[in-house]
């Protein structure tokens, strides 16, 4: 009864430094999506997928790439990381009309960079 | 685009009774759904309630409650018999249907006291 994953929780980074943030689901949902939460503020979304092999961006995607290969697998990357990318990032899935349209958020990833 | 709306930053509640929560939303859209999360200080997102725009009929959940007015883009949020495990910030959320891409607004902080 996992829902989503989200690895690692916690993470400093070094400014120029690349990362990947992990997310998994086992519920079978066709939509994947990333979002940062910054102080004061709600989510915003980074990118979505519709399915594996399909990705799109958000309201802020600059600075972050993502695939989506396998049905339960979303990665984040950061290829060269700023201190404006230090916010709280979530995962989140859903099965669309299948599940009421909810979504389902992972814990989130606490991200530092100094 | 869709903007949400929480004019609300912060407010207070004494156990037991009842507090409402404002959010206003701007779209063109005709068929959507609109959200209520909770967020406690572990960060985690929780579902707190759900409406489907074409319901006129708002959706109840235990203590929880809404008060959606499709015409004026209103969805505020009813919480009765407020307890002290209420306190967190809460979230008003909009997707558009078919879409799985939320639209969140900036948050309203929830204090119940003892």
């Known amino acids: 009864n996992a829902g989503v994953t989200q690895t690692p929780k916690f993470q400093v980074l070094k400014t120029g430094q690349s990362m990947t943030l992990q997310c998994a689901q086992d519920?079978?949902?066709?939509?994947m999506s990333w979002y940062r939460q910054d102080p004061g503020m709600g989510l915003r979304l980074i990118h979505y997928?519709?399915?594996?092999?399909?990705?799109d961006q958000g309201e802020v995607p600059n600075g972050y790439n993502v695939s989506r290969s396998t049905t339960e697998d979303f990665p984040l990357r950061l290829l060269s990381a700023a201190p404006s990318q230090t916010s709280v990032y979530f995962c989140?899935?859903?099965?669309?009309?299948?599940?009421?349209?909810?979504?389902?958020f992972g814990e989130g990833s606490w991200l530092t960079v100094v | 685009a869709q903007t949400v709306t929480q004019s609300q930053p912060e407010m207070s509640v004494q156990e037991a009774e009842t507090v409402t929560l404002s959010c206003t939303y701007d779209?063109?859209?005709?068929?959507?759904?609109l959200f209520w999360y909770k967020q406690p200080p572990s960060r985690q997102m929780i579902l707190v309630i759900r409406?489907?725009?074409?319901?006129?009929q708002n959706a109840t959940e235990n203590r929880f409650s809404v008060n959606f007015q499709k015409a004026a883009k209103s969805f505020s949020l009813k919480i009765s018999d407020s307890q002290l495990g209420d306190t967190a910030m809460y979230f008003c959320?909009?997707?558009?249907?078919?879409?799985?891409?939320?639209?969140f607004g900036s948050g309203t902080k929830l204090n119940v006291k003892p």
């Open positions: 959320a909009f997707m558009k249907q078919n879409f799985n891409k939320f639209y």
């Open positions: 997928s519709v399915g594996a092999g399909i990705t």
């Open positions: 989140a899935s859903s099965a669309g009309t299948a599940s009421g349209n909810t979504i389902y």
């Open positions: 779209t063109s859209e005709n068929n959507y759904y």
């Open positions: 519920m079978n949902h066709e939509y």
């Open positions: 409406q489907e725009a074409y319901k006129q």
